[in-house]
């Protein structure tokens, strides 16, 4: 893609706040970042030409042992990801591993943007579900959802990652009411409950919630009754 000429950021001016180990990153010296939280980033490498516009390539930098993958800490790749690995008769593809198609992703996220603070505003989920077949399309809020409602009225976020169930952190208080553990794709696998005290610190953690309200929860409510008095237990 090509972009109107702008004055250059430094190296770590285009860097600041991009921490995920699979980056898009160009050979030239002079770059300028463009840091996609939600789904993938990439970074212009400015290359003259006689119309004096500057033209994007991407190249993929491998991530260093014992750190997480983009795919773990990024929400729109990593829902993909997921379904794949529950999934695997459904075909979901491998976005998060064709370099092509993370780089049409990019290039998508900058048509029309003259800035990197406009391309940072660009919701990249839709544009990830663009490049899936139809049905997949349709399909990936219901299977993998980006948050899930609970009693309490409110709708939390899940965290997906890489091989664990996605994890569902709420307070205990918002699921008096919830009798079974919530499931995704499609009922094949329980949601991990990282079950918070009124501190919204962890007091238990379980894929069985069913069991956690007939065995466990009465200790854990007596130790919240005397930290937490004024809070409801039943």
Do not use: M
Request: glycine residues 8%.
């Amino acid at each position: 893609i090509s972009l109107p000429e702008r004055p250059a950021l430094s190296r770590s001016q285009g860097t600041a706040g991009y921490h995920q180990q699979h980056r898009w990153h160009c050979r030239a010296g002079d770059t300028r970042l463009l840091c996609l939280c939600q789904g993938t980033g990439g970074c212009l490498s400015r290359r003259h030409d006689h119309r004096r516009r500057s033209k994007c390539r991407f190249r993929r930098r491998q991530p260093r042992d014992g750190r997480p993958t983009a795919t773990a800490r990024r929400p729109g790749l990593a829902r993909l990801a997921f379904l794949r690995r529950a999934q695997p008769e459904a075909g979901w593809p491998a976005l998060d591993e064709d370099d092509e198609a993370l780089a049409g992703v990019v290039a998508d996220a900058c048509a029309g943007k003259r800035s990197v603070d406009d391309v940072r505003g660009v919701p990249l989920v839709p544009l990830l579900r663009s490049r899936l077949p139809h049905p997949l399309a349709r399909a990936l809020d219901e299977l993998a959802p980006e948050a899930l409602a609970v009693p309490s009225g409110n709708r939390i976020r899940l965290a997906y990652e890489a091989d664990r169930p996605p994890v569902l952190a709420v307070r205990l208080q918002e699921l008096f009411g919830l009798a079974e553990t919530p499931r995704v794709a499609g009922g094949r696998v329980p949601v991990l409950l990282h079950l918070l005290g009124p501190n919204y610190r962890p007091v238990q953690v379980t894929d069985d919630l069913k069991s956690f309200w007939a065995t466990t929860y009465f200790q854990v409510r007596k130790d919240l009754r005397a930290r937490y008095p004024r809070h409801s237990w039943p």
